[in-house]
């Protein structure tokens, strides 16, 4: 069965500081990872995509990592800020197919306090 | 924003009422998807249109029913609900890529409650 485990569930750190949220899969075949940012209230928004031959992508603050082999990614946040409160999701991607039925991490609730 | 907008936000409705949502991307896309977002449960893809064809999860209830009458709009007809579709209800939209690459690009959501 596919799934997305991500860890840990919430997470409190202060602004400024950095953090690394965890996710493991065993969706298969793999074709991409990638990582959205969910504000509440709000749909999801994406941050990266990954593909399996991909071990690294940034944008701003945001840097997430994949393991292929592994099946293991992260997303670390530098400098956090107070803007950064949010769920953030993995979601895995699992080879072409008409739908292009993804699966979902149940999120890291991250809360920033100043 | 992110050019996909839905209608209404927020909906409140009996298990016997008939509802629509709607769903409009603005983005030339030419897919769209419906997803349930239940209380600390993952997304749950639930129909999806792309290239004129339909996909759906097999799980979810002919209580149901979606409608893409172009590649614009999507709708999500709702009858005879239960309480326990009560959930946030959110539309996607993307441009198809062979490898699944694509980035889907989310509305805000419908807020339902089902009393």
């Known amino acids: 069965k596919n799934q997305v485990e991500q860890s840990p569930q919430s997470l409190i750190i202060l602004e400024g500081k950095n953090c690394t949220l965890q996710c493991n899969y065993t969706v298969s075949p793999f074709s991409n990872l990638r990582w959205y940012k969910q504000d509440t209230g709000r749909g999801p928004v994406s941050l990266t995509i990954m593909t399996f031959s991909e071990n690294t992508k940034s944008n701003g603050r945001y840097t997430a990592t994949l393991d292929a082999d592994t099946k293991q990614s992260s997303l670390h946040i530098t400098a956090s800020q107070l803007s950064d409160s949010a769920s953030y999701i993995c979601v895995v991607s699992p080879g072409w197919n008409a739908g292009n039925m993804l699966t979902f991490g149940g999120g890291t609730r991250l809360m920033v306090k100043p | 924003e992110t050019g996909v907008t839905q209608t209404p936000r927020h909906l409140v409705m009996g298990m016997t009422n008939k509802k629509s949502l709607k769903c409009e991307q603005h983005?030339?896309?030419?897919?769209m998807y419906w997803y349930k977002q239940s209380a600390k449960k993952p997304l749950e893809l639930m129909f999806v249109?792309?290239?004129?064809?339909?996909?759906e999860n097999n799980s979810v209830p002919s209580r149901f029913s979606p409608e893409c009458p172009n590649s614009s709009h999507l709708f999500l007809h709702l009858h005879t609900l239960q309480p326990e579709d009560s959930a946030l209800y959110l539309c996607a939209s993307s441009t198809r890529t062979s490898g699944n690459t694509d980035t889907q690009y989310f509305g805000p959501g419908t807020r339902l409650t089902v009393l």
């Open positions: 983005l030339g896309h030419n897919a």
């Open positions: 249109y792309s290239l004129e064809e339909r996909v």
